[in-house]
């Protein structure tokens, strides 16, 4: 992700978080399809640890860009919320 000269290289998990929320920005996507498009050989749902690379992406691209990423969480539903 860039702005202007400011640069936030993402990982593999954290691109395919940001990526899905994108493509999904109208309605946002469901928790657990996300937790199983990033980990689909995952056995047990551990939905602490999709939390926790949210929270980790969120941290990165404010650092990165102190840019701030906001989200809603409802029903299950993961949404991206761009002003």
């Known amino acids: ?15 395919q978080i940001i990526s899905n929320l994108i493509l999904n920005l109208e309605n ?3 928790k657990i399809k996300l937790y199983r498009l990033i980990w689909p050989l ?3 749902l551990q939905m602490n640890k999709l939390d ?3 929270t980790n992406l969120k ?3 404010n650092g990165d860009l102190n ?6 969480s409802n029903s299950g539903t993961l949404k991206l ?3």
């Open 67 to 72: 840019l701030e990423l906001n989200f809603t």
């Open 1 to 15: 992700i860039s702005i202007g000269q400011n640069t936030c290289n993402l990982g593999v998990i954290h691109n």
């Open 28 to 30: 946002g996507i469901e």
């Open 42 to 44: 995952d056995k047990d």
């Open 59 to 61: 941290n990165k691209v």
């Open 52 to 54: 926790t690379h949210i």
């Open 81 to 83: 919320i761009i002003d």
